[in-house]
């Protein structure tokens, strides 16, 4: 399947991505589409023959309970609706505690690296094979950035993601700036991923830009792809002819011109490598070089797992053993340590980098004030400058349970609870959006009296 070259579909650059020459193939997140009609700019797209992948970021694969059958089903649904060839997710965890635990349920608002152990990997096998046998089309699985490590891996990532492709069959999204950002974070080696994955495997490849502040790096997708980026991607593209190759961008979003800049700097990354692998005329032809066995390898390789694709739809996960219970009871536990300490501001867990954890925990936090911003745009607006020193006290120790709009929701409430607002326009501003978008009237001081009392009972 071949995809050529694509670039991230965002509702804020519609009319640019339209606008774009040499573009193939465009990737929308899915759970910002409607399950039963899309967007105009998606149906022109569509209509001159651009093929649209649906990208997950919310079903949490690496979590330690199965994956949610409605999700399942939205995913499902997106699929259907757009004809695509294929769909994504990631590699990681999104939401902890619940049942496993006996809990309360928190949710990350982003992707979390899972420990590369071996109970890690049985229950990601085990969901990925749920997932492949409700999507209608085949599913790849993209590695992620991540700021922190886990103690005590067992695995490398390319060790990991290699067991899961042939433990599962799964397809691969090879984010390469999500490489170069565990490189700068955690001290690992891309091209040795790169040389431990299957390259064969790989569906696609995700290129993106970041920035780099006191030492960590920021996979921002807010910023123009870097060249240490670029170099990874002629590093993969070295070992392998990939399908497909997209540009992200998803906040900041430049002009047309930057964009199409940027895809042809990819273009010429590509174009390079693949002149820097040929061999040269005037080599004899018995001889071969490490890049030509390298390429010979692949190739085989790519047939083996076409040939496994091709009877994908009978065997989705037929060579998956079911995760045990300890498995998943062992990394529920160590998930939901993680997560509370990050979003609730519960101890470390044992052996994680403290300072690490602390920039991962201010980097959720201001993250959910971003999303919440764009998801809630009046509270931004009712608050002023104030919005974020507000919203980022408020998170510090109340975690999202549910989503966005639940998390905008309860960030209200909390302001109208300690007290409101000084200035009373933006008061009854503030207190009107809530009684639209909840149903209810802000707790009066009376009931607040008597919720303070019962809390401070049920203490003793």
């Not at 692949?298 to 065997?315: F, L, Y």
């Not at 925990?361 to 201001?366: G, I, K, N």
Request: glycine letters at 8%; hydrophobic letters at 45%; aromatic letters at 4%.
């Amino acid at each position: 399947m071949k995809l050529g070259m694509g670039i991230g579909w965002r509702p804020e650059i519609a009319a640019e991505v339209e606008a774009l020459t040499g573009i193939d193939w465009v990737e929308a997140v899915a759970e910002n589409l409607c399950a039963d009609h899309l967007p105009d700019s998606l149906v022109r797209l569509r209509e001159r023959g651009v093929t649209v992948v649906p990208h997950g970021v919310s079903l949490g694969l690496g979590g330690a309970d199965r994956p949610d059958a409605e999700r399942l089903a939205s995913l499902a649904a997106r699929a259907e609706l757009l004809g695509t060839p294929l769909v994504t997710e990631h590699i990681a965890f999104v939401r902890a505690g619940g049942p496993l635990t006996a809990s309360p349920r928190l949710e990350a608002g982003h992707l979390l690296p899972v420990p590369r152990t071996w109970d890690a990997l049985k229950v990601l096998c085990e969901n990925v094979a749920i997932a492949q046998d409700s999507l209608p089309v085949p599913l790849a699985l993209e590695n992620i950035a991540a700021l922190i490590s886990w103690p005590d891996e067992e695995l490398t990532e390319g060790q990991f993601l290699a067991e899961l492709v042939e433990r599962t069959g799964v397809r691969l999204l090879i984010d390469v700036a999500n490489l170069h950002t565990n490189h700068v974070n955690r001290g690992e080696d891309p091209a040795k991923a790169l040389d431990e994955l299957p390259v064969e495997a790989i569906a696609y490849v995700h290129v993106a830009g970041g920035i780099e502040q006191n030492g960590v790096w920021h996979d921002t997708h807010a910023h123009p792809v870097t060249a240490p980026v670029l170099d990874v991607l002629a590093e993969l593209r070295s070992r392998v002819d990939p399908p497909g190759v997209l540009l992200e961008r998803d906040d900041a979003f430049p002009p047309g011109a930057e964009l199409a800049a940027e895809l042809e700097r990819i273009r010429g990354t590509l174009r390079a490598a693949a002149r820097a692998d040929d061999p040269p005329a005037a080599r004899p032809q018995a001889r071969t070089t490490e890049a030509e066995a390298r390429t010979t390898e692949a190739e085989a390789r790519t047939t083996e797992a076409e040939a496994r694709t091709a009877g994908a739809g009978q065997r989705r996960g037929a060579h998956t053993a079911p995760a045990t219970p300890g498995a998943r009871d062992r990394t529920a536990v160590a998930q939901t340590a993680l997560l509370s300490a990050l979003v609730a501001g519960t101890p470390a867990p044992e052996s994680f980098d403290r300072r690490r954890l602390r920039v991962q925990s201010r980097a959720l936090a201001a993250k959910r004030a971003d999303v919440v911003a764009k998801v809630a745009s009046e509270l931004p607006e009712i608050l002023g400058d104030g919005y974020r020193a507000a919203f980022l006290s408020y998170a510090t120790s109340r975690p999202m349970g549910g989503g966005y709009r639940r998390d905008a929701l309860d960030f209200a409430e909390h302001i109208l609870l300690a007290g409101g607002l000084a200035d009373p326009v933006a008061q009854r501003r503030l207190t009107h959006w809530w009684e639209d978008r909840s149903g209810l009237r802000p707790p009066r001081r009376r009931r607040r009296l008597i919720r303070a009392a019962r809390a401070v009972l049920a203490g003793k």
